[in-house]
């Protein structure tokens, strides 16, 4: 009897011993990995700032890797001088990017509500055209939208009227159209979202609006989309973000335009090098400038550039996390 419990209780203390080392295991290797993924994402930006912050001639010395010998804002000067200017190309960006993420909400909430909550003949085809837009590069898409809004007509109205259709193309208003008609920055993936957190409300608020006599769309407006702010939120920051740095559909439909994502790319070409160290030894009497001081103020321009996506990402963090739960992809 006593060699019997005697065997248990070596049993259970190996039992506790090799629980206790899967967990040590499990520990160190999620936190290895946390660690490892933080510094894999941080890492350009811990490299990028004793970079901007160098004195440009001190740049490409060997000596001088992670601390700057003398601490200069002259590439945050020079980026500021040659791109931002006096603030309104941000300004303008900020608007368009707000502009658009404003009607996508307002076209994506509505079809997202009308294919999770309404029932119609077609809806999973629709559903299935919908995943399908987002599953399709926007590549293949490129020719037709473009010959489309370069002779672009309604009906043959504008023809019948003028004799001839519409050139839209580098014209603001074509990245408005491109998003009242469902084909913008990720669009399609906005209108998941939104039938998704549809789909997941309980059907007695429909119910309770119709007692009170509510029609579609007043139980639409006053009852599901208010309670939709987390799917809101999350399709507004998102399409914020990707609209506001997005460089495919502003470079093909409104190349000349104000947007700071197409004059970061066209600044900083490869072919406006020579142009900007000239412009650097001039302005700031710096001779020895080379091609790490191009990439310097190249890095600072982008560290302004990013500046109000890192606002937004610090002051709504915590509330995007809980929205992504919310919003969600289940369902």
Not at 36 to 43: H, T
Not at 132 to 156: A, C, E, M, R
Not at 221 to 227: D, G, K, Q, V, Y
């Amino acid at each position: 009897m006593t060699q019997t419990k005697t065997s248990t209780k070596k049993q259970l203390n190996l039992y506790s011993v090799k629980e206790s080392f899967k967990k040590i295991v499990f520990w160190y290797a999620f936190i290895s990995l946390i660690v490892g993924l933080g510094f894999a994402i941080l890492y350009p930006l811990i490299k990028m700032i004793p970079t901007v912050f160098n004195n440009l001639e001190d740049l490409g010395n060997p000596d001088v890797v992670w601390v700057p010998m003398e601490f200069s804002i002259v590439s945050f000067e020079a980026a500021i001088r040659l791109v931002f200017g006096n603030g309104m190309p941000m300004v303008q960006s900020i608007i368009y990017a707000a502009a658009i993420a404003t009607i996508q909400i307002f076209v994506c909430a509505l079809a997202g509500y009308t294919l999770g909550r309404v029932n119609f003949w077609g809806r999973n085809i629709v559903m299935f055209l919908v995943i399908l837009t987002f599953v399709v590069p926007p590549q293949s898409l490129l020719i037709s939208q473009y010959l489309s809004f370069k002779n672009f007509d309604i009906l043959g109205i504008f023809t019948a009227i003028s004799g001839s259709t519409i050139d839209l193309i580098n014209k603001p208003i074509t990245l408005f159209l491109l998003a009242i008609f469902g084909f913008g920055v990720k669009q399609s993936m906005f209108v998941f979202i939104f039938r998704q957190f549809f789909k997941g409300l309980p059907k007695e608020l429909e119910e309770a609006s119709l007692i009170d006599g509510c029609g579609f769309y007043r139980t639409y407006f006053r009852i599901c989309l208010p309670n939709a702010i987390p799917a809101i939120m999350t399709v507004g920051i998102l399409s914020f973000v990707w609209n506001y740095g997005d460089t495919y559909y502003t470079g093909f439909f409104h190349p000349d335009g104000p947007y700071l994502s197409i004059k970061l790319a066209q600044t900083f070409s490869a072919a406006n090098v020579n142009n900007i160290l000239y412009a650097v030894q001039t302005w700031y009497n710096v001779p020895g400038a080379n091609v790490f001081a191009f990439d310097a103020v190249k890095q600072a321009a982008a560290f302004i550039y990013l500046l109000p996506l890192l606002i937004i990402y610090f002051a709504v963090q915590k509330k995007l996390v809980q929205n992504f739960e919310q919003s969600g992809i289940v369902g």
